[in-house]
């Protein structure tokens, strides 16, 4: 079989097929719009039923903590009367030290139950191990492809620990220099293995999350006597949000679903002189944007992880707020975690600033932390490749530059983007697959994309191409 | 010499330079992708040498011998005294007789 880049890349729809085990094709409709929820269907289990398969397997029902100090903080920086309750769901509890288990739980059992002998997944994330750890209970081999090194062969600290941790639980880790060719890699992989493509994107990654969204709505009412007034999310590929909110609205929660990405804006993600510049790996608005104005970029035909459809509001914190507030809740709270879990926290301070002291807010993840993925190795590694790293106001920051640690918690603001702008850019990518003029269908399907209404969509698309389109 | 059995890290070219995708930035057009992967080596080899190796799922991977035992070695970097005067100043705010 030709292995070449092109040939290997145009066997890409037939490779996927076989190794996901969903037929894509038949919740198309020819156009710009899919049966989205037809899709989330190939899923043939309850909320319940996934729970109970993920408590089985090390996964799920994580602590709620109450973060008091924090609070108060919060409470000394606001305006009088205001700031919020916060809560932190501990989801570094979880088997693999992050909710990316409960993404990973629920394709490995698939996987298992389908006949494959192994699961394969690209991630230089948290999902890696989660994958690793779930294919070890289940007596399956696994592989692991991470983006890692600059052409130096100098890697993240952070991703190089990932890559032990997949290697502790069993994996074989392939490490690749800095490209999206990955991709290309991984199609081999598939092909060569014939195993399970653990994508974070299939359904069943997403409905994994969902028991994150249900357990948290359970767990505040049983605690507290109501659902929080905001979840804050971290995002990046959109699917922690999506899940997160998809568990909510079946457990009747109604909140308000904030997602939150650290700014990395300037940094490109393709970019070997840039990879080491950054001290987030995941978490940024370098996967955060693209991925919610184009949520089908990702490895598989149409992705389940589709966060501007839950999404209430979008903000951004700087790399040193999320350091601060990662520092901040190892010393007053005495809970010791990693920075790119802490996104939402660092979000959720400044937001808890702007609500009454009796409503809630939560952040629904935390992550692992230890050698490489800590504050002291990111920050001594940023330091090494050349960013100034000092005290000052946090919105000086410049990506790849500097790092400004707060020089007081009050100077900790959570920035707004404009999600009408990510409206139209969703509209505008949405249309690439449209073969001539709009159908109703379409118009309704891109209603729901964007959380928006008809006039928003009919406007944005006059803006676009009306006569083309309309 | 390496003996046959070990546990190696093999590095091979992926894509040379030239033939990057089209997308990528400049910078990373300039320079080939690299990829490395670990195994037991198949055969008696020296460092330097295009050898194969036995994965651990079990696939055969070819690639120039580079290392031998492979570790880990990232821990937790410099000292960063920056990060005391944070816990110094929270504590300050929130523990002081006052509060």
Redesign the interface.
């Known amino acids: 079989m030709n292995k070449s ?1 092109n040939e290997v890349m145009s066997r890409k729809n037939e490779i996927m097929r076989s190794a996901v085990g969903i037929e894509y094709g038949k919740f198309e409709s020819g156009s710009v719009a899919f049966d989205y929820e037809g899709l989330m269907k190939a899923v043939p289990y309850t909320v319940d039923e996934i729970a109970k398969i993920q408590l089985d397997h090390a996964v799920g029902n994580t602590p709620l903590i109450e973060l008091k ?1 924090l609070t ?2 919060a409470r ?1 920086c606001a305006p009088k009367g205001k700031g919020a309750r916060i809560v932190i769901k501990d989801e570094a509890c979880n088997a693999s030290g992050s909710f990316k288990a409960r993404r990973a739980s629920l394709s490995v059992y698939q996987a298992k139950k389908l006949g494959y002998k ?1 699961v394969i997944s690209a991630t230089s994330g948290n999902y890696g191990a989660a994958v690793a750890s779930q294919a070890a209970m289940h007596g399956l ?3 692991i492809v991470q983006e890692c ?1 600059d ?1 130096r ?1 100098i890697g993240q ?1 952070e991703i ?2 990932k ?2 941790k997949c ?1 502790a639980l ?13 991709f ?2 991984f199609l081999q992989m598939l092909e ?2 014939g195993y399970f493509n653990a994508s974070l994107y299939t359904p069943f990654s997403i409905a994994g999350i969902e028991t994150l969204g249900y357990e948290i709505a359970r767990q505040t009412k049983e605690k507290f006597g109501k659902i929080p007034d905001a979840v804050v999310c971290t995002n990046a590929g959109g699917g922690n949000l999506t899940g997160t909110a998809r568990g909510l609205i079946k457990a009747n929660a109604k909140t308000k679903i904030i997602a939150a990405s650290v700014n990395l804006t300037g940094l ?1 993600m ?5 990879f080491n510049k950054k001290s987030f790996t995941t978490g940024h608005t370098g996967f955060g944007i693209p991925f919610t104005t184009m949520p089908d970029r990702s490895d598989v035909p149409r992705s389940a992880a589709r966060p501007l459809r839950y999404m209430d509001r979008y903000v951004t914190v700087s790399q040193g707020e999320v350091f ?1 507030m990662t ?2 809740l ?3 709270e005495g809970i010791e975690r990693g920075p790119a879990g802490n996104t939402a926290l660092a979000a959720a301070f400044s937001i808890a600033q702007e609500m009454d002291q009796d409503q809630i807010i939560l952040v629904q993840e935390t992550e692992y932390t230890g ?2 993925k ?8 940023a ?2 490749n050349g960013i100034d ?3 000052g106001n946090p919105r000086e920051e410049i990506p790849g530059k500097n790092i400004i ?1 707060p020089e ?2 009050k100077l900790i603001k959570a920035i707004d983007v404009d999600l009408n702008v990510l409206r139209k850019s969703n509209v505008k990518n949405a249309l690439t697959k449209a073969t001539g003029k709009l159908s109703e269908d379409d118009i309704q399907y891109m209603i729901q994309e964007t959380n928006s209404d008809r006039e928003f969509v009919i406007k944005a698309i006059k803006e676009i191409d009306e006569e083309k389109y309309l | 010499m390496v003996k046959k059995g070990s546990w190696v890290s093999v590095q091979c070219t992926v894509l040379d330079v030239g033939q990057r995708a089209p997308q990528v930035p400049d910078d990373t057009k300039k320079v080939p992708l690299i990829m490395w992967t670990k195994g037991y080596l198949t055969a008696d080899a020296a460092i330097g040498d295009t050898v194969e190796i036995i994965t651990r799922v079990g696939r055969k991977q070819t690639g120039v011998l580079i290392e031998v035992n492979p570790a880990f070695n990232h821990g937790f970097g410099n000292f960063i005294p920056e990060l005391n005067q944070i816990g110094e100043q929270l504590r300050a705010l929130l523990f002081t007789e006052d509060n």
């Open positions: 880049y100090n108060k903080l000394m192994g081999k696994c592989i090194f052409n062969k600290p190089i620990e890559a032990r290697e069993g994996a074989e880790v392939i490490q690749l220099t800095v490209g999206p060719e990955l290309y890699e060569e293995t490109h393709a970019s070997d002189t840039q601060y520092e901040a190892a010393n007053i050698a490489g800590h504050v002291q190795p990111q920050l001594s590694f330091r090494d790293i000092r005290f640690l007081h918690p």
